[in-house]
């Protein structure tokens, strides 16, 4: 037993790993910077249908949403289980979709205001009734370009 | 014990913090899904409290098309399976082989959809997709034929020129409208 370790070979030292974290942190930032998250809570679970025929919402500030599908567990005891709209960050009835839409009209420039688009976020389980309410609530308010949100799936063949 | 070696400092080992951050890192690609937000574009008919001027239309133009609340499909009169929907929407648009009983052009060709209240809202997406995928894919062979080119390499005013004549009309808006062609 030496005191000092003896100078193994000239093996080249390898390379430094010590700001590999540094480098991993500045990407998980990144990335939770560029995470957007969700803004409102979504009351209503919405799993939109597939379809093939899509088209891209390009301007999000031309863009309102409304939700529609059952509650989920959290609101369930609350206003039952029957299918619900959601407006923002709240349960709404078709009754309070012109007000929705004019608000949502005011934080546009007048001059795009004829391209505002209504995003329909539909469960694919619910039935044609409320939507058809929903519909005629629109057609009424004169928010005529609608965008049933639904995901991608290939074109049938045929 | 060899209480001559000298005792380490403690010192926290840095070495697996790469690999905590990378467990971090791979959770938020995981999670994070680039929400895209995508869908079937409708133009909705504008609404008016007058009831809508009677309209003379021939029914051979017209290709009605019933969703029940069991989610089955009428067209015509005849029940008709989805995935059909699109092939037959195209012949009766189209009409190659000039039938007596299809539209008598593209241009005067109807396509009316009646739901009932409790028809399933994907049953009624899929319908109105199959719809629109009849008119695409016209669209689409209209562009290969006249130019030789996908629809989405064209101009647009050949684009406009092509769906000028092969108009998409789908109406959807009073059921009872046409809703008495059995």
């Not at chain 1, 007048?110 to 694919?124: A, F, G, M, N, P």
């Not at chain 2, 001027?53 to 989610?71: F, G, I």
Request: hydrophobic share 40%; proline share 5%; no cysteine.
């Amino acid at each position: 037993m030496s005191k000092f370790k003896k100078k193994q070979g000239n093996t080249t030292p390898g390379i430094s790993t010590a700001s590999l974290p540094d480098i991993v942190f500045m990407l998980l930032f990144f990335f939770m910077v560029v995470t957007k998250m969700r803004e409102t809570e979504l009351m209503v679970t919405v799993n939109t249908p597939r379809a093939s025929e899509l088209t891209k919402l390009e301007k999000k500030t031309l863009v309102n949403f409304i939700l529609i599908g059952r509650p989920t567990e959290k609101y369930k005891l609350k206003v039952g289980t029957k299918p619900q709209i959601q407006l923002g960050d709240k349960f709404a009835t078709t009754d309070d979709i012109p007000l929705f839409l004019e608000k949502h009209k005011i934080s546009v420039p007048e001059s795009q205001r004829q391209s505002i688009i209504s995003s329909l976020k539909i469960d694919k389980d619910v039935t044609m009734g409320i939507v058809g309410d929903v519909k005629t609530t629109l057609r009424k308010a004169g928010q005529l370009k609608v965008n049933y949100s639904a995901k991608k799936r290939e074109r049938t063949a045929g | 014990m060899a209480k001559s070696k000298h005792r380490m400092k403690n010192e926290i080992n840095a070495g697996s913090m790469a690999d905590i951050a990378f467990l971090l890192l791979i959770f938020f690609l995981v999670t994070t899904t680039i929400a895209e937000d995508k869908g079937v574009l409708v133009k909705l008919p504008a609404w008016s409290d007058e009831p809508p001027p009677e309209m003379k239309l021939n029914t051979r133009n017209v290709y009605s098309v019933l969703v029940n609340a069991q989610n089955q499909l009428l067209v015509r009169g005849e029940q008709m399976q989805i995935h059909d929907l699109k092939h037959n929407t195209k012949i009766f648009i189209a009409n190659p082989e000039r039938r007596e009983d299809m539209s008598e052009n593209p241009q005067k060709a109807i396509i009316s959809i009646k739901n009932d209240r409790g028809t399933k809202y994907n049953t009624y997406l899929e319908v109105y997709n199959e719809l629109k995928a009849a008119y695409n894919e016209l669209w689409e062979e209209a562009a290969m034929a006249k130019h030789g080119k996908n629809l989405d390499q064209l101009k647009p005013s050949q684009v406009k020129e092509i769906k000028d004549a092969i108009p998409l009309v789908i109406s959807e808006a009073e059921p009872t409208k046409f809703g008495e062609e059995k």
